[in-house]
């Protein structure tokens, strides 16, 4: 039919306008976190682009859903300037026949949201884990460039190398300043240096150099040469997996699970896919023509209630997470009333129904029986 055929049309085409905007704005702030990651060296520099990449995935569902809200809102804003919807009002359609061709266009994006804030989003959390873990937990050598002075991953040592070997495992020239945890300061210097593995732990040996020990209460100094001097620089060659956050725990998990924090991420889950359903009924419902108003109106009242509605969305996961309400509860308190409301409100209108005249009516037909 025309009138489905070509609300969808004009829908697509502000649905992937609106996507591409919010797309680049999305990973133009996720492109100046991740390198400020970088800096403070939580990331790989040289894994960006694949941190930046799993951290867009993770994000899509609410990029989807903010995308089809506003495309929804916009078109409707169109059709109502430009007085497209009275002559479709005229030709004998109703508000309510909207709700059939934005559910046509509508219902591949639910699911594909769904299915990504199912799977995808827990999927792209634990690849990011495991970068940002993989740079975490590599040696402390790994972490010195020759000719710089750079701080281990515990913060207690100073590494200083001034040469190296092709393949990273010997050095010239060593300088270790470090702090133990009674808060005695160790500074060792060596010729040389090279890494082995003993008993699976990461070893530095020194060759030919001296160590200065300083206690901190007594400031006694303690100066010792040594031929041969082995220290660890490393965690344990088989390293083992660190625990899943919530976040990347695989839904199925979730399903199973019984603490409290796997019930507010599940209903967290749950819950965008029935906020972008709700989005939906909440676009039709509430979007008017206003030729004074402009855009500036149905644009305002759009991020408005989309920040309220996930904000609600994260709160309520607190919520079942501290225990004050039940996952079950949660779903219908929130998300169904919701639902309730849009209804209701779009039957208001589709009804053209105005609390005002009905009073005057009620008011009318008492004085009528009197």
């Known amino acids: 039919m025309l009138f489905h055929s070509s609300i969808r049309r004009e829908l697509a085409r502000s649905f992937g306008a609106t996507l591409v905007v919010l797309f680049t704005i999305v990973i133009t702030m996720l492109l100046i976190r991740t390198l400020g990651l970088a800096s403070q060296g939580s990331v790989n520099p040289e894994e960006i682009m694949l941190v930046l990449g799993y951290t867009v995935l993770g994000r899509m569902p609410t990029i989807l859903t903010l ?4 495309a929804i809102v916009f078109t ?12 479709w009002f005229a030709s004998g359609r109703s ?11 509508s219902w591949p994006v639910l699911v594909v949201i769904t299915l990504m804030v199912f799977f995808v989003w827990p999927w792209a959390n634990q690849q990011t884990d495991d970068l940002r873990d993989r740079f975490e937990k590599r040696g402390d050598l790994d972490r010195v460039a020759p000719g710089q002075f750079q701080e281990s991953s515990s913060g207690r040592r100073v590494f200083f190398i001034d040469k190296d070997t092709a393949d990273g495992t010997e050095g010239r020239n060593i300088f270790i300043s470090s702090i133990e945890d009674d808060g005695a300061e160790n500074v060792t210097s060596a010729r040389s240096a090279r890494i082995e593995t ?17 206690q901190p209460d007594s400031g006694d100094l303690k100066v010792s040469e040594f031929e041969r001097y082995a220290t660890q620089i490393g965690a344990s060659r088989v390293i083992p997996g660190s625990q899943q956050a919530l976040k990347a725990m695989p839904t199925w998990e979730l399903v199973v699970g019984s603490t409290l924090a796997k019930q507010g991420e599940l209903g967290w889950r749950i819950g965008v896919g029935l906020t972008a359903f709700n989005f939906v009924l909440i676009a039709l419902a509430a979007t008017v023509g206003n030729p004074r108003a402009g855009r500036g109106g149905n644009l305002f009242f759009t991020l408005f209630a989309f920040i309220m509605y996930f904000n609600m969305l994260n709160i309520g996961q607190r919520w079942v997470t501290s225990g004050l309400m039940e996952l079950g509860s949660l779903l219908v308190l929130l998300h169904g009333t919701v639902f309730v409301l849009a209804l209701l409100w779009l039957a208001k209108r589709h009804h053209n129904f105005s609390l005002r005249d009905g009073v005057k009516g009620l008011l009318g037909r008492r004085e009528l029986s009197t």
């Open 76 to 87: 409707l804003s169109r059709m109502y300037r430009d007085s497209e919807m009275i002559i």
């Open 198 to 214: 003993i008993d699976d732990r990461q070893m530095l040996v020194l060759n030919n150099g001296q160590r200065l020990d300083m």
């Open 95 to 105: 508000l309510g026949g909207l709700l059939a061709p934005l559910m046509r266009f």
């Open 67 to 70: 995308a089809l809200f506003i």
